[in-house]
């Protein structure tokens, strides 16, 4: 079984704290490799690589430092299915769904490539008599990005190709759960050359991000994860003097309205639920029938649930796969029970389902639920799964209401045919990453990923403007120069 080693300072390393823990395929239940859990040495040390080399990486210029970033877009591009079955094996989603997340953080990089534009400062001439004034725009030192499990390769170029362009080191923590696919894209880095010190990666879980947000020499956070550890991140890092961005969890609703589109929108809503296994946090959650769309929608939706092809992800015909962990599969199937018991109707019921060849894998199937009590784990928390709570509302503005009552506001979508409703919408509804007849609102890369409420922590969002800005500080500059530069002052 492999062992995976951290990479510091251009060097493949044990971690010094001795500890590991076994990566298990979520799809057949095979344990695929072991990941070291660092400790505060082994992160004091990284931190102390990536201080060293910020004295010189910062000094390349911008152009020449996206050269790197043209050089990274290759390697993944040239090895896309390399990378996609080892995220596949390690996340239980599709094989499509891993190409998905590659071509996702190639565009990162493609938008980082513009760093030395967007980069650029601001300049004012003659603010008085023979005086400038300007602001530029400088790299703050070392980042960190601590990543979740659901996006093993997308979700760290969020965040450090941007650090890099701008001038920053960095240091990627991988979620424990998914460490493969991120450890072999830096392994095919290695050709790049990058100096020594300016990319590392640590692996570990709490105790190692505990020592990022305390460590001295970082001074940048980038988190992405669930809320209560987005919360910890946010409380933490902050009070270590640090800038953080914590990207939290979401329980994202999606409102159709009577006169939505028949034909596309059950199909969309069923992808947006069931995509992942309902492990994306701009997954629809809640759907809500808004008056006559009750029944107009809820057969066709229930009939393109039961249609998604779930098994391993590996199999080409996967349009589902598996969950993270026995843990999450058995607190799940808690959740839909707990809700039964409590009255909610099961219209589809996906436990206790059998994927043949893959009986240890953590599989459940798509399952719909509906007058799910309001007091019950269903209704209130995150589930991150392959579940969709069905309600119905008289209204339009019943169906917002019950959106911004919700703790969330990651995510949130209406399916209509009607601009004056979609606006409406639009315009009330508190979340960040809004979607109009569009059921995962995901931001391209150059838009910034926003999140409101108990979804996000912190100003500066990830991607694009929003990234060079928290990436970079702003520096004032007041200059005199007289024609006659020799006259004294
Ligand atoms: P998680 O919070 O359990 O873990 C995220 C990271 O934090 C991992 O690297 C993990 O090692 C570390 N961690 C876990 N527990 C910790 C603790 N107690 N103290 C310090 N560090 C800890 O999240 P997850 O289960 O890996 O990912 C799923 C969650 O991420 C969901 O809630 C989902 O909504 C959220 N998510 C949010 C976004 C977004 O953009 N808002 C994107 C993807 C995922």
Not at 79 to 91: H, L, M, P, V, Y
Not at 330 to 338: A, D, H, Q
Not at 422 to 447: D, L, T
Request: overall charge neutral; hydrophobic content about 40%.
């Amino acid at each position: 079984m492999t062992r995976l080693k951290n990479y510091i300072k251009g060097i493949w390393l044990d971690a010094k704290s001795g500890q590991y823990l076994d990566v298990e395929n979520p799809g057949t239940g095979d344990i695929v490799s072991s990941v070291p859990l660092s400790g505060k040495d082994d992160v004091r040390i990284a931190a102390e690589k990536a201080a060293a080399a910020f004295g010189t990486w910062k000094e390349v210029p911008a152009e020449k430092r996206i050269q790197y970033l043209f050089g990274m877009k290759a390697i993944l591009e040239k090895n896309a299915d390399e990378i996609a079955a080892i995220c596949t094996k390690e996340s239980g989603k599709t094989l499509a769904e891993s190409k998905g997340e590659i071509v996702r953080a190639v565009e990162n990089l493609e938008v980082a490539c513009g760093i030395p534009t967007m980069m650029q400062g601001e300049f004012s001439e003659d603010i008085s008599s023979g005086i400038d004034e300007f602001v530029i725009r400088q790299p703050i030192g070392v980042g960190a990005c601590i990543a979740p499990f659901n996006f093993p390769v997308m979700i760290p170029f969020w965040f450090f190709p941007y650090a890099l362009a701008c001038g920053n080191t960095y240091i990627v923590k991988p979620s424990e759960k998914v460490p493969g696919a991120m450890t072999r894209i830096f392994e095919l880095f290695e050709e790049l050359k990058l100096p020594p010190g300016v990319l590392n990666l640590i692996h570990g879980a709490k105790e190692t991000v505990d020592a990022i947000l305390t460590d001295p020499n970082i001074k940048a956070v980038s988190f992405v994860g669930s809320t209560k550890v987005a919360r910890h991140v946010y409380s933490k890092g902050t009070e270590s003097g640090k800038r953080v961005q914590a990207q939290g969890g979401a329980k994202n609703p999606l409102v159709v309205m009577e006169d939505a589109d028949t034909e596309t929108t059950p199909k969309i809503i069923a992808d947006s639920v069931y995509g992942c296994a309902g492990q994306r946090c701009l997954a629809a959650s809640t759907v809500i029938l808004v008056g006559g769309a009750r029944e107009k929608f809820k057969d066709k939706i229930i009939a393109a649930a039961k249609s998604k092809a779930t098994c391993y992800g590996l199999d080409e015909k996967s349009e589902m796969g598996a969950l993270i962990t026995k843990e999450s599969k058995s607190r799940i199937e808690k959740i839909i029970e707990e809700a039964r018991s409590k009255g909610a109707t099961i219209l589809l019921d996906g436990r206790n389902k059998r994927v043949n060849g893959f009986e240890k894998g953590n599989y459940i199937f798509p399952t719909i639920i509906e007058n799910i009590p309001e007091d019950s784990d269903a209704a209130t928390t995150e589930i991150f799964g392959p579940v969709m709570n069905l309600k119905y509302s008289d209204t339009l503005d019943d169906a917002i209401k019950f959106v911004n009552d919700g703790p969330f506001g990651n995510a949130a979508c209406i399916f209509t045919a009607s601009g004056p409703a979609a606006r409406k919408f639009r315009h009330e509804v508190a979340a960040g990453n809004i979607g109009v007849n569009i059921g995962v609102p995901a931001p391209m890369a150059f838009f910034p990923f926003s999140g409101w409420k108990d979804s996000f922590f912190g100003d500066l969002h990830g991607q694009a403007k929003h990234a060079v800005e928290f990436f970079t500080q702003t520096k004032v500059v007041i200059e005199r120069w007289h024609e006659d530069w020799t006259r004294k002052f």
